[in-house]
């Protein structure tokens, strides 16, 4: 009989403690290599707070939504507490302290790099715009660098932890992808929640089309719940009606094991952001 997953036994996590460790991590990274010697010294933590999402950004921008922008460090921090409520929602084994590394360190690299969108058509992500093959070369460089300024032990899981994600084969890897995937569709919600008063609905969802239109959601779904909650939150209907109505229509998704008063307390996260 073949081997199941872990990622589909009905079992609980260990801890899912996952947010909690990421906070940790991110205290312990030491500062950026130094570029210029006229640059103030910073830290990867706090440089994660001065970029923004591009994706979002450049649409922030383009259409003059007068919104803030979501910074890295949210984006980070957003899926460690999204980690632990689907470790726990889906009640899936997988280690809190990997998933916890994988969170931290997925985007260091663009905090030498700098961000660059994935699902932008390239005439909206103008100078962010990077082809994959750039993407994956200046990634490559710029995690070289950090190799060379973390100290033991934290250089060695860092590798580990790059080499992981970059087989994308382990039940770890397979569910952090899931939560990278989610969590630009999420905070898209968390703008709907949080910024209600500065929306204009209509040219909001205009603006973010491509966050609803994006197939990796779904098909980074680790079972049927998971393709159900991505087909509910890429639903324009839906998000507009929580946008009129408020968080009652989040019972609309149920029966699901993702709870209308889980999903708010996500969604009514205090969002880190760059004006």
Not at 25 to 49: C, G, H, M, N, W
Not at 209 to 214: E, R, V, Y
Request: hydrophobic residues 45%; negative net charge.
């Amino acid at each position: 009989m073949a081997r199941r997953s872990q990622l589909e036994r009905p079992v609980r996590p260990k801890s899912p403690e996952v947010a909690s460790l990421v906070r940790t991590l991110l205290l312990e990274l030491p500062e950026i290599p130094r570029q210029d010697s006229e640059v103030k010294q910073i830290t990867f933590a706090a440089r994660l707070e001065q970029i923004p999402r591009s994706g979002k950004a450049v649409r922030i921008e383009r259409f003059s939504l007068g919104l803030p922008k979501q910074s890295l460090r949210d984006h980070v921090t957003t899926i460690g507490h999204m980690g632990e409520l689907f470790a726990t929602s889906l009640a899936v084994r997988v280690d809190p302290r990997l998933i916890a590394e994988m969170v931290t360190f997925h985007d260091l690299a663009e905090v030498i790099m700098g961000d660059a969108p994935a699902f932008t058509a390239p005439e909206l992500a103008g100078l962010t715009h990077r082809t994959k093959q750039d993407k994956a070369i200046a990634e490559r460089a710029a995690n070289a660098q950090i190799i060379a300024v973390l100290a033991e032990p934290l250089r060695s899981r860092f590798i580990e932890v790059i080499n992981l994600l970059d087989l994308g084969e382990s039940d770890e890897a397979k569910f952090f992808y899931m939560l990278d995937k989610h969590e630009p569709i999420i905070s898209i919600w968390r703008y709907l929640s949080l910024f209600s008063d500065r929306i204009n609905i209509d040219q909001f969802i205009e603006a973010m089309a491509d966050f609803f239109d994006n197939p990796n959601v779904v098909s980074t779904g680790i079972n049927e719940d998971t393709h159900k909650l991505a087909q509910f939150l890429q639903s324009k209907d839906m998000a507009r009606r929580y946008y009129i109505e408020g968080p009652t229509v989040l019972r609309e998704l149920q029966p699901s094991p993702f709870k209308p008063e889980q999903l708010q307390a996500l969604l009514s996260l205090q969002m880190h952001c760059i004006e």
